[in-house]
């Protein structure tokens, strides 16, 4: 199995920032992919970016592009969210998302997760 521990999230100003963590352990040798994921009310939980662990590639939602960056250490097994110009609307729970199979950019690859991390956005 892989586990997954969410840390960074918090409240912060509209316009501020934060730095989301992810550390896995377990089997993380099976690792292909990890992503972001935050919890829509009402809806299934959405795939706000992802990384690919060998080569990189990156997938963003539309809107957090040009906001928020996705990256990994595969030394460390952990992978980050730099959330930036934060505003009210994105504040929800965010999951990170592990996957040993499937393409990255697709939700329905992702079947390790996180408990979750609150971001909170004050206006």
């Known amino acids: 199995q892989v586990q997954l521990v969410e840390s960074g999230g918090g409240l912060v100003q509209a316009g501020g920032s934060l730095r989301l963590s992810c550390t896995a352990s377990g089997r993380t040798d099976s690792i292909y992919a990890m992503g972001w994921f935050r919890q829509v009310s009402g809806k299934e939980r959405e795939l706000v970016a992802a990384i690919s662990w060998n080569l990189g590639n990156t997938y963003y939602v539309d809107f957090v592009k040009g906001r928020f960056t996705i990256s990994r250490d595969n030394a460390k097994n952990t992978v980050y969210l730099q959330m930036n110009s934060l505003k009210p609307e994105d504040a929800d729970v965010y999951y990170c998302?592990?996957?040993?199979?499937?393409?990255?950019?697709?939700?329905?690859?992702?079947?390790?997760w996180g408990r979750g991390t609150q971001v909170t956005v004050s206006s």
């Open positions: 998302a592990a996957t040993g199979r499937g393409y990255y950019a697709r939700k329905d690859s992702y079947d390790f």
